[in-house]
């Protein structure tokens, strides 16, 4: 109840609220003998729109303009007896801007002119971010052209590892996420004109707008003001393109073909070149409907792109084939395509592409409208419709299988800026993003046919199969067909009020998802080995038997406090609260069920229980204090602290809509046969999912010390990182055996669902985890002059948690989840990065005039990845155990063998010796135990990557030009390895050895790839 008063107090009267999309100018007015002047008058003119902003500076001489639109500004002092003083300056999106401006004695018809970019030091915010201006963001030459695959270019970013899910790029579409200063990539929250753009059924951006609609973003990922909620991860603020007075257009194409490129390291001759073929193409056109008053901006974009996935399989030999006995192993042997090639350890390999296809089609509109000198209303609407051929979705190594998925993508954005006093201006948000899409197999084949007996009796597909040893993985994908619908309505309003030395901000804010989806599923199975396919063992089986569907419901409200407080001329402070209630999901029809550990029992959410969990109710003080010793804004000494939430997405309450009565989950880690799957499974009991009830959202800590300095044209950062996060999502068994028996053998007689069945697995999401961070990061950002920009930066971090990802459940010991702490999946100890533009000094006619090169550099160290051995009958869940390490695993760096990986049974007598490196985690007498390898205890390969732009621009007559454009990705051809396969096993062919680069060609790294363009601009 208390708690409730608060936050009534803190909200007030105000409409729910949503955090800044635009931009903030404030400043200091003085006289030549620095005394504060009041009564200026200050006028801010957008020099693209026309449309002017008053203030009137106050007792001590400030004035504050909020919530005014990214762009150049001209920002004229006015006061009579002194010099008029015009600055200009520049508006990047979420920036806080300071121009201080003094004033001289003079008459009125004198005037001064200050030209000159923004402040290279930021002295405003202890906020540590970085814009990406318009033109940057236009003529870096990214793979793909998406703004996102900008993140790991920021300060404490990565280029993400293989095995990522969100921040690895897809298929010519880009990353969904990424990665920066040790926080999850579940954990970043995107913005469009304030709007939330994430997809919370998993956290990813619902789809990345074309880069011709963005005007610049900026990313937040250390101590963000109070007015950013909803996530622990970096802040993404995007700001869409509008139109201006002047009439601008631009239409474009961009083409690649494989015929231009390098080959893949693993696509070698006299293998036919994976093909590759790539066309970006699109208009738009931005312009005054009425001058000084109303603009709008439409762009359309589409794509066709055509990509080889190059795909390096261990396949069954024709003697392995030949030595098939099994029944059903036989009618799955047309299914696994013959070898064309031979490894280096002689086993069958099949090297081949596999066709992914996507088509995108993207239009947007942009309209802003001047209702008065008051009042500014901008909306924003983006439609995608697009469709995409996966062919190794899951992980399948051969093609073929994977899934053909289809989406239409939409997001909606009204702001209303209106200035209620010179000290007063509230900006109001509303909008939506919405996400349909749907996953269909490739291979529809009914598994009862082939005499399967998985519980699968039409369609659908094969249960998608893996043969360990080989890393042969077929059929499926697992979990589809499936589709969802998940929208995202989000109301807001932002108040920024000047009082005093105060400049305070307030406000709060209220979203409702709804996430509606289906699903069907064929399961998994494995077979330990070549020798356990050929006689048709398997050791695990995984399935949910059902269509389940289900309409889920997530509110959240937040409010907060920002008071950025002037202490003299130069410190300042920056106080600021926030609250956040995180409501527990609900269902439509109730249909969750969860497992109650206490009672042994199903229960139904709605009938026993009220809710999947507890709802999350949190205070979040940030602190930060801003030190500029000189006073000449060419200094800053920062140092803050901030606790914020992380919103889990709905991936932690869906598995519990796949229980009983609602569907079947069952699943074997033990003996089990493909033709009597499903009576083992059933006899091994129910294998439910559930959440605890005591769950909560993840919370992060996140401190830094920073110093920055103005040196010529360069902005000069060394600062200290660390952030501590708590509370983080784990899945966990919690019927792991015990000195072989389960905890919970079966549900009890008096459960309300299912009394007296078996039970198996029963994996619950937890909020156990935590994680460390500390990282030194280093930066130089070169303003343009004479031709040269440049951003730069290097990053000295550490990286620890339980586990990376959030639905992975990694952890060897259930009962012990310390166990599992170690380097993060995406643990990168060193990383540069720099991008740069140069104007060539060539002038003096059309083809020596215009010529400009643009080079983006990253380089990083190899990441950690995560030994296993294939044993689970020890624990009862697949590829978690450890084995035991009994040598040196000393990197050796070839893709045949990257590590020492020499792998013994002390089962088997003499079978370990001096030269064994890893022990499966057995005694010699066959009594299991926990392996003493630490989580994620060996190096992967490092990443290099350059990619480079060579462009000319032609003038022809007015403002209009043609932009020709040459661009090499990864021009160095950099070999970029993938990580080795981990799976530790006697005999392996493919422990330890790598089959495909990080990245997929025509992603990130993988080979050397040109692409022209041109484009038509005036």
């Known amino acids: 109840m208390r708690l409730a008063i608060l936050v009534a107090v803190l909200l007030g009267s105000l409409t729910p609220a949503w955090a800044q999309s635009t931009a903030t100018l404030q400043g200091t007015v003085t006289d030549t003998q620095n005394a504060v002047m009041p009564g200026v008058s200050v006028t801010i003119r957008n020099q693209a ?49 300071v121009v201080n401006i003094k004033l001289g004695v003079g008459t009125l018809a004198e005037n001064i002119t200050v030209t000159g970019a923004s402040p290279l030091i930021d002295t405003a915010t202890v906020s540590v971010g970085q814009v990406m201006a318009q033109r940057t963001v236009q003529e870096i030459p990214l793979n793909g052209r998406h703004f996102v695959d900008l993140g790991p270019l920021m300060p404490g970013g990565i280029t993400a590892p293989q095995n990522a899910g969100l921040s690895a790029p897809l298929r010519g579409q880009g990353s969904f996420s990424f990665i920066s200063a040790g926080n999850r990539e579940t954990s970043v929250n995107f913005m469009i004109n304030g709007i939330n753009l994430n997809d919370l059924s998993n956290s990813q951006i619902t789809f990345q707008p074309s880069i011709n609609t963005v005007s610049e973003f900026k990313v937040d990922n250390s101590t963000f003001s109070a007015e950013y909620g909803r996530n622990s991860g970096a802040i993404v603020n995007v700001a869409t393109r509008s139109g201006a007075n002047a009439l601008h257009g631009e239409a ?45 901006f439409f762009s359309y974009e589409g794509l066709r792109h055509l990509q080889g996935v190059d795909l390096n399989s261990g396949v069954l030999t024709d003697a392995q084939r030949a030595a098939v006995t099994d029944p059903m192993s036989k009618r799955l042997l047309p299914y696994i395509p013959l070898p064309n090639t031979t490894g280096a350890s002689g086993e069958g390999r099949l090297i081949s592409s596999g066709i992914a296809p996507v088509t995108i089609n993207q239009s ?32 399948n190594t051969v093609p073929d299988f994977g899934d053909t998925r289809v989406g239409h993508r939409q997001v909606m954005t009204i702001n209303e800026t209106h200035v209620f006093s010179q000290a007063l201006v509230n900006e109001a948000r509303f909008g939506f993003n919405r996400l349909n899409i749907t996953f269909d197999p490739n291979v529809v084949i009914n598994p009862a046919d082939l005499g399967i007996s998985n519980g699968v009796n039409f369609p659908i597909a094969l249960p998608q199969i893996t043969i360990q040893g080989l890393n042969l993985n077929f059929g499926g994908p697992s979990g589809f067909p499936s589709g969802r619908t998940v929208t995202t309505f989000a109301a807001g309003d932002t108040a920024t009020y000047l009082r005093g030395n105060h400049i305070i901000k307030f406000g709060g804010e209220f979203r409702r998802a709804e996430h509606a989806s289906f699903n069907l599923d064929p399961g998994t199975f494995t077979y330990p080995s070549v020798a356990a396919f050929q006689t048709g063992l398997g050791n695990a089986f995984n399935i949910t038997l059902g269509d389940r569907s289900f309409d889920l419901f997530v509110n959240a409200l937040g409010g907060f406090v920002q008071d950025a407080v002037s202490v003299g001329p130069n410190l300042k402070l920056d106080l600021g609260l926030r609250y956040d209630l995180l409501a527990a999901p609900t269902e439509a029809n109730n249909r969750m069920v969860v497992f109650d550990a206490a009672t042994d029992s199903l229960v139904q959410v709605g009938s026993g229980i009220d809710k999947v969990h507890k709802n999350s109710n949190d205070l979040q003080p940030r602190v930060g204090i801003i030190w500029n010793p000189a006073g ?38 033990g003996a089990v046969r493909l033709d009597s799957a499903l009576a083992t499974a059933a006899a091994s009991g129910l294998a439910p999912n559930t959440t605890n009830p005591n769950y909560q959202q993840g919370r992060l800590q996140t401190w830094n010390v920073n110093v920055e300095r103005e040196i010529g044209p360069v902005g000069l950062m060394v600062g200290y990182f660390g952030s501590y996060g708590d509370r983080l999502s784990v899945p966990l068994n919690i019927n792991q055996f015990v000195n072989g028996v389960r905890p919970f053998a079966k549900l009890s007689a008096s459960s309300p669902i299912q009394p007296g069945s078996n039970l198996g697995n029963i994996t619950e999401r937890e909020s156990l985890g935590y994680s460390h961070y500390t990282g030194l990061w280093i930066t130089a950002n070169h303003r343009m002059t004479h031709g040269l920009q440049f951003s730069a930066s290097y990053t000295l971090s550490k990286s620890t948690d339980t586990n990376s990802f959030d639905g992975t459940l990694s952890t060897q010991d259930s009962y012990n989840v310390a166990d599992g702490e170690g380097p993060s999946d995406f643990d990168v100890r060193h990383r540069f990065s720099i991008n740069g533009t140069y104007e060539l000094p060539f002038h003096g006619n059309r083809l020596m005039d215009g010529w400009q090169v643009v080079v983006v550099s990253q380089m990083q160290s190899g990441g950690p990845f995560n030994v296993v051995t294939n044993i689970n009958t020890f624990t009862g869940v697949n590829n978690t155990l450890r084995p035991d390490l ?44 926990f392996g003493s390898l630490g989580r994620n205890a060996i190096l992967g390969p490092a990443f290099s990557d350059t990619d480079v732009s060579l462009i000319k621009n032609v003038r022809l007559n007015g403002q209009a030009r043609v932009q020709l454009r040459v661009e090499a990705f990864n021009v160095f051809n950099q070999k970029n390895f993938g990580q080795p396969g981990r799976i530790a096993t006697v005999g392996s062919t493919s422990f330890g050895v790598i089959t495909n680069t990080r990245f997929p060609t025509g992603d990130s790294g993988s080979a050397r790839q040109v692409q022209f363009a041109a484009k038509m601009l005036f």
């Open 632 to 669: 000449d804004g060419r200094l800053a000494v920062r140092g803050a602290y901030a606790v914020m939430i992380n919103q889990q997405n709905t991936g932690v309450v869906t598995g519990t809509t796949a229980n009983p009565p609602l569907a079947t989950p069952l699943n074997v880690a």
């Open 364 to 395: 947007t509109i942009d309209l802003r409208h001047s209702m008065g000198k008051n009042d500014d209303l901008h909306g924003y609407y983006a439609f995608q419709a697009d469709k995409r051929k996966e062919p190794n979705a899951q992980g």
């Open 252 to 296: 474009f194409d961009y083409y690649r073909d494989d015929k231009f490129d390098s080959r893949n390291y693993f696509n070698p001759e006299p293998a036919d070149k994976s093909p590759f073929n790539r066309k970006q193409f699109g208009v738009n056109l931005g312009g005054p409907i009425a001058k000084n008053r109303t603009f709008y």
């Open 49 to 97: 729109t026309g449309i002017e902003r008053a203030a009137v500076t106050d007792a001590g001489g400030q004035y504050v303009a909020a919530s005014l639109p990214p762009g150049q500004y001209q920002v004229l002092a006015h006061i009579e007896g002194f010099q008029d003083q015009t600055r200009e300056v520049e508006l990047g999106v979420a920036q806080t801007v």
């Open 886 to 929: 009994v040598g040196d695993p000393a990197i050796l760096g070839s893709v045949n063998q990257w590590f020492n990986n020499s792998v013994c049974d002390p089962r088997i007598a003499g079978s370990c010796t001096s030269s064994s490196v890893f022990a499966l985690p057995v005694s010699a007498n066959g009594v299991f135990h």
